[in-house]
């Protein structure tokens, strides 16, 4: 069974500051997903990471796949408060037909 | 709206009742996933299916819940003899194909269930 534990649960932080999220496991994935979700709608894709290593960039979130592929984060710089909500990582491999399994989630408020 | 839709949005059951949710996948997505998510959660995999059939249904917590998908359509969740741990959001998500590197799953609003 694979497992993702992602950290913190919670993070509140004053807008301007930086933060980061973290997604470790001690299994390998194909690739890693990082999706926020706003209350009352589901999970919107942010990014897919792939390669061990690889680093992607979506304005102020940089997005990082461990060298080994079981670990991710997310950097957010100079958060603003448009950046609240659940944020959460899943990872892919194991099966052929895409199964994620999820992280419990980072709840991120910013505070104007 | 070419999205995943699910309804009802909003479920409140007694105890010890059945209730149906139910999914419209977006349109010529073949594989189509059900997940529940406790409040402030991650999504727990329920059950996949490809088509009409479901490969994968380790998810499901117990022989009160099952799933139903009609080709590559609309499926529906069925939990029977609801009790108040199923509280939660049962999220729908469909994917274009299998194969490729994305694995992106477009996720549906979610049914929200409480159980009184």
């Known amino acids: 069974t694979q497992l993702l534990e992602q950290s913190p649960q919670f993070l509140s932080i004053q807008e301007g500051e930086n933060l980061t999220v973290y997604c470790n496991s001690s299994s390998v994935f194909s690739s890693l997903q990082w999706y926020r979700q706003e209350p009352g709608e589901g999970p919107v894709l942010l990014v897919t990471v792939v390669t061990g290593g690889e680093v992607k960039k979506l304005k102020r979130l940089t997005f990082q796949f461990g060298d080994a592929r079981k670990d991710s984060s997310l950097h957010i710089t100079a958060a603003q408060p448009g950046d609240t909500g659940l944020y959460l990582c899943a990872g892919a491999g194991g099966t052929s037909y895409g199964k994620l399994t999820f992280g419990q989630g980072t709840i991120l408020t910013v505070h104007p | 709206g070419a999205g995943v839709s699910q309804s009802p949005s909003n479920k409140v059951t007694e105890k010890g009742k059945d209730v149906e949710l139910r999914c419209d996948p977006i349109s010529g997505h073949t594989a189509l996933y059900w997940y529940r998510q406790r409040l402030g959660q991650g999504l727990e995999f329920l059950i996949y299916?490809?088509?009409?059939?479901?490969?994968?249904k380790s998810g499901l917590p117990s022989d009160r819940f099952s799933a139903e998908r009609t080709g590559e359509s609309v499926s529906t969740l069925t939990i029977q003899r609801t009790q108040q741990e199923d509280s939660a959001v049962y999220l729908c998500?469909?994917?274009?194909?299998?194969?490729?590197?994305?694995?992106?799953?477009?996720f549906g609003p979610g049914t929200r269930l409480t159980v009184l």
């Open positions: 998500a469909s994917r274009p194909r299998l194969g490729g590197r994305s694995n992106e799953q477009f």
């Open positions: 299916f490809q088509g009409n059939s479901a490969p994968d």
